[in-house]
T-cell receptor
Framework: KQEVTQIPAALSVPEGENLVLNCSFT??????LQWFRQDPGKGLTSLLL???SQREQTSGRLNASLDKSSGRSTLYIAASQPGDSATYLC???????????WGAGTKLIIKP | DTAVSQTPKYLVTQMGNDKSIKCEQN?????MYWYKQDSKKFLKIMFS???????INETVPNRFSPKSPDKAHLNLHINSLELGDSAVYFC????????????FGEGSRLTVL
């Protein structure tokens, strides 16, 4: 059974720092993996989608990597800003039935 | 122009009542979903529809009944509301089950008193 884990559950860093959020999965037979952010009281916003054949995707200051063999994806945020404060979730879509398995999220706080 | 829109955004009601949440997407997607996010912020799939057909029906009480009149709409009707139904309900859509990007609505916060 696929399990998706995000550690740490919460992270607080000063503004301007580069940081990495982690997402690990137990079953490497994934179709793709998607990163989202959720602001308090809001819906989820898609950040990056990585297909299983890809190693990384970039959008602005965000870079997501995928290593299926080690069961790991990372979300790299460069030059963090207070506006990056949110909960970041990853979700792995299974190859077998296309079901999406969610991590519990990492709550990120960027201190001005 | 909102891609995935849900109404109402807030819903406060008494136990035992019946309520509906509506969802519409203008992205041309053929797959739509309902998710429940509880107080601990954990996201759980409830239903998935592809081309108006039910694909995923997780272990959700049969008091919850989704209805998809067309590909662009997926409504959620809840009968005999219980306290434990209080949560935020999210609608989402994607192009195909396999997966394109998932796009979410802003959520509908249901409070059952």
């Amino acid at each position: 059974k696929q399990e998706v884990t995000q550690i740490p559950a919460a992270l607080s860093v000063p503004e301007g720092e580069n940081l990495v959020l982690n997402c690990s999965f137990t079953d490497s037979a994934i179709y793709n993996l998607q990163w989202f952010r959720q602001d308090p009281g809001k819906g989820l916003t898609s950040l990056l989608l990585i297909q299983s054949s890809q190693r990384e995707q970039t959008s602005g200051r965000l870079n997501a990597s995928l290593d299926k063999s080690s069961g790991r994806s990372t979300l790299y945020i460069a030059a963090s800003q207070p506006g990056d404060s949110a909960t970041y979730l990853c979700a792995a879509r299974m190859d077998s039935n296309y079901q999406l398995i969610w991590g519990a999220g990492t709550k990120l706080i960027i201190k001005p | 122009d909102t891609a995935v829109s849900q109404t109402p955004k807030y819903l406060v009601t008494q136990m035992g009542n019946d309520k509906s949440i509506k969802c519409e997407q203008n992205l041309g997607h053929d797959t739509m979903y309902w998710y429940k996010q509880d107080s601990k912020k954990f996201l759980k799939i409830m239903f998935s529809y592809n081309n108006k057909e039910l694909i995923i029906n997780e272990t959700v009480p049969n008091r919850f009944s989704p209805k998809s009149p067309d590909k662009a709409h997926l409504n959620l009707h809840i009968n005999s509301l219980e306290l434990g139904d209080s949560a935020v309900y999210f609608c989402a859509s994607s192009q195909g089950l396999a997966g394109g990007e998932l796009f979410f609505g802003e959520g509908s916060r249901l409070t059952v008193l």
